[in-house]
């Protein structure tokens, strides 16, 4: 397994790697713009020193990669923009990530419902189905979600919340045996 995550996973300041000279400074380049952790009064708000985002992070990182964010060097060089890349273990970690990324904006009680919500019903009841997962998770976010009175007031009259003045087409570009 940590073979299979060093493959596409790296929290090193250098690479080690087999590339080519100048690839290799462009990556280092943008590991330290991009990927480098730098306190801030956002992480610092929590009670637990040193931050919320526990850097700098001591387990098997060399010591000039201890405030390295997980990242995917060749991912890294196309995208050229800050990732964050977290290991899921199983589903119900997938649930969690997914509810904690969507819900981030929102307060914090709602957070602790849907943390507390998968963390226990759950947990307690492997058996249920997708569908059941889904509705209790849909029935704790309309439980503990505030709205405003506009946000209300267009969802109770269905209006449309977002606009766009693009048109978006989707192109199927699998093989055509894969599409569906």
């Given at each position: 397994m940590e073979a299979h995550i060093n493959k596409y996973l790296s929290i090193f300041r250098k690479q080690y790697t087999p590339i080519f000279r100048h690839t290799l400074m462009m990556l280092r380049r943008l590991v330290a713009k991009l990927q480098t952790h730098s306190h801030s009064n956002y992480c610092m708000k929590s009670s637990k020193p040193p931050c919320r985002f526990g850097f700098p992070k001591h387990t098997y990182r060399p010591s000039d990669s201890l405030l390295i964010i997980a990242y995917n060097p060749?991912?890294?060089?196309?995208?050229?923009?800050?990732?964050?890349?977290?290991?899921?273990?199983?589903?119900?970690?997938?649930?969690?990530?997914?509810?904690?990324?969507?819900?981030?904006?929102?307060?914090?009680?709602?957070?602790?419902?849907?943390?507390?919500?998968?963390?226990?019903?759950?947990?307690?009841?492997?058996?249920?189905?997708?569908?059941?997962?889904?509705?209790?998770?849909?029935?704790?976010?309309?439980?503990?979600?505030?709205?405003?009175?506009?946000?209300?007031?267009?969802?109770?009259?269905?209006?449309?919340?977002?606009?766009?003045?693009?048109?978006?087409?989707?192109?199927?570009?699998?093989?055509?045996?894969?599409?569906?």
């Amino acid at each position: 397994m940590e073979a299979h995550i060093n493959k596409y996973l790296s929290i090193f300041r250098k690479q080690y790697t087999p590339i080519f000279r100048h690839t290799l400074m462009m990556l280092r380049r943008l590991v330290a713009k991009l990927q480098t952790h730098s306190h801030s009064n956002y992480c610092m708000k929590s009670s637990k020193p040193p931050c919320r985002f526990g850097f700098p992070k001591h387990t098997y990182r060399p010591s000039d990669s201890l405030l390295i964010i997980a990242y995917n060097p060749e991912n890294l060089r196309h995208w050229r923009a800050n990732m964050d890349i977290q290991l899921i273990n199983d589903a119900n970690g997938a649930a969690y990530y997914v509810c904690h990324y969507l819900y981030k904006s929102e307060p914090d009680e709602l957070k602790c419902a849907l943390a507390n919500l998968i963390n226990t019903v759950f947990k307690q009841n492997p058996d249920m189905t997708a569908f059941q997962r889904l509705w209790n998770v849909g029935l704790c976010v309309l439980k503990n979600r505030r709205v405003s009175a506009q946000e209300a007031d267009f969802r109770l009259s269905n209006l449309c919340l977002i606009q766009s003045s693009r048109t978006v087409v989707s192109l199927n570009t699998r093989p055509k045996e894969r599409r569906f």
